[in-house]
């Protein structure tokens, strides 16, 4: 299995800026998605992100659009998520995820098989 270990969580004033990393060992793939997800008290677990392994071709939620960007570095098994002009809305729980085969909609949290623990993301207004 692939394991995944989220950081860079932690407080930041509204508008100010994180970059979250999500780092993956063991059995990893060139052609698989990898995606953010978060989770904030008493909602469910919301898409943000998503990235193709090779072609590095980028997905947003609407709510993120333009506020945050998602990169890989293949060569680290790394993804990294970039968050500008952070709102308290953004607050939550924010977690990587591996989709190690398409099967349906990268938007979709059960299209996923692997995931993280989990960062803390918290915006102050």
């Known amino acids: 299995q692939v394991q995944l270990v989220e950081s860079g969580g932690g407080l930041v004033q509204a508008g100010g800026s994180l970059r979250l990393s999500c780092a993956a060992s063991?059995?990893?793939?060139?052609?698989?998605?990898m995606g953010w997800f978060r989770q904030a008290p008493g909602k469910e677990r919301e898409f943000v992100a998503a990235?193709?392994?090779?072609?590095?071709?980028?997905y947003y939620a609407d709510s993120v659009k333009g506020r945050f960007t998602i990169s890989r570095d293949n060569a680290k098994n790394t993804v990294h998520l970039q968050m500008n002009s952070l709102k308290p809305e953004d607050t939550a729980v924010y977690y990587c995820?591996?989709?190690?085969?398409?099967?349906?909609?990268?938007?979709?949290?059960?299209?996923?098989?692997?995931w993280g623990q989990g960062t803390q993301v918290t915006v102050s207004s």
């Open positions: 995820a591996v989709d190690r085969q398409y099967s349906g909609s990268v938007y979709d949290q059960y299209e996923y098989d692997n």
């Open positions: 063991g059995r990893t793939f060139s052609s698989y998605i």
């Open positions: 990235i193709t392994w090779t072609g590095g071709i980028t």
